[in-house]
């Protein structure tokens, strides 16, 4: 492939840091906003106001009010939190489980490594979503049950990575060095092979956001996620759909929520990954 | 000949554990299921004949006593009894998949002709408008969860324009469309930008500068050597896209109302009927399984540098 100019090179860099700094920004804000959503909402999202019910947007209720004549801007704020926050619990623990499993199973090797890989087969071989769907069924309905219903068909794919980047690691030199020189093996992984192997896991898990949100919100949908009436966006989607021909502003309001956030994180992830790994970025 | 077989022999052990694991896991889910059937009848029934009740369904033996009876049903093709219906699973299950396989087939035939045409085109025109306004649209397509994109085709096609129906009549080919356009858009989305990836990576090889450099034409190029190198990796992402599809199809059956197993399977959970979840589950998982395989039989056969033996990278 053809190198790039140095001022290319240079150009491409400042671009990327805009990029970055400007969709860190709006995703932080987003996660700010998710936190502090009690605060943020105008009205009280659980308040019925059935004499003012499917009232078009206007300045009190910007969004307008649904079937029940509940606020729709505070359900959308108030959902961000079940919405934003699950899906950062979720990513953030399927990438901590997968990464330790990962690096544990690369470092031993021998019978350990060959049955976790295979029980993580098994795993994969399920078409995520189908799976997910059963294991919300076993376990029933709620925001809980649905998290740990994709962190179980997601874990392998961090595994994976961790893996195949801790085997590339431990046989560079200087991890030679450092084992030949008495590194212990918990100072050796925690110093030179979690540091090295960061930046692919970064990346697996801020591409993946965006993904888990929506799936999130499609177990949601369903009814295997959160229940009305706590206020969450795939749920209310659901909720509000007969209302769609004839009150849009119930049903458009939630399922924007989940497309400005799912494009939020996932230009950040995109972001990332090209500042992380030059050579993606075209 | 001899990688087939051993592809097959390596099926075995997955196929093993998808069971086995389907088996587990609604066996724990299912454990009360006696007192369940009964409270649902509303009758209070003596402890006598709840146990009666699980010895005739096997639930009295050890886990794995009950999984092998349950394994040896299978192999006939017995996977038991609905527990809301009464009628045998497998033969529920399989009266649904063909609606549910053609749905499949439509979008997966819908996104490849969306979406191979305008990756390739978004590759050839690098950086131009054309590639800078289908990234857009791909990215817009890529953050959209599936569902809401079919209650907005719904809104549009169906209420105001009055193009088709809003849920399906049957299975038939007009019914079909709604749902079909749906799971093709939040496809094609994705595999546009694969396709796209795949063969401005091709384009950027020196044998491409060199073949310019030679005077070859463009359209010579692009058609004669850059399509065939990039057609295997694209038949191989588009296969791997085939496991979110299929779980796809459960949420778009239900909007649409798609008489198809992924509706049968949420009714399924809805009305926590156990047996008809584990089918739904576990052919899932084997049509995966089986398509992975195909697609990799067929990557093998394709490629001569793997078919005879040359070890790549």
Redesign the interface.
Known sequence: ??EPTVRKQNIHHNHLKTRLIIFGTLAILLVVCSFFSEYLCPYDPYLQDLGNAKAAPSLAHLFGTDRYGRDMLSRVIAGSRTSIYSTLLLVGFITVFGTIAGIVCAWNGGRLDSVVM?IS??FL???????????????GGGVQNAIIALAAISWPKYARVARSQTLAQKETVYIRAARLSGCSSSKLIIKHILPNIFGPVLVTAMLDI?TMM?EL??LS????GAKPPVPEW?SM??DT?NL??TH?WV?LAP?FA???S??IF?LLGDTVRDWLDPRNA? | MNYVYKRILQLI??LI??TF??FA??R??GSDVVNEMYAKRGTEVSQEIIDAKKAELGLDQPFLVQYARWFGGLLRGDMGKSYVTGEAVFQTFISKLPATLLLAAMSILMTVIISVPLGILAAVRHDRIIDVMLRFCS??G???????VG??L??ILS?KLGLLPVISTGVNIRSALMPTLTLAISMSAKYMRQVR?TV?EEL??DYVQGAKARGVRDSVILWKNVMRSSLLTIITLLALS???L???T??IE??FMWDGVGKL??D???M?D?PL??A??MW??II??LVNLITDLLYHHLDPRIRLGVTRD
């Open positions: 492939m053809r295979r087969d098994m071989a399920f078409p995520g979503l189908v799976f997910a769907l059963a294991v919300a069924a076993v376990l965006g929506m919100a499609g949908f369903l009814g295997l795939g989607l659901s759909r769609l021909a849009p049903t399922g989940i497309f400005v799912v494009m996932n075209r | 052990p997955i554990g998808i694991l389907s896991m609604m724990v889910a990215f817009i890529n953050a959209m969860p599936n569902f809401f209650m907005l719904m809104q209420i990836a401005l950027n090889k085939i496991g979110s299929l779980g796809g459960a949420i239900s909007i399977a949420v399924a959970i809805n926590r156990y979840i584990q739904y589950v899932m998982a995966y399984v």
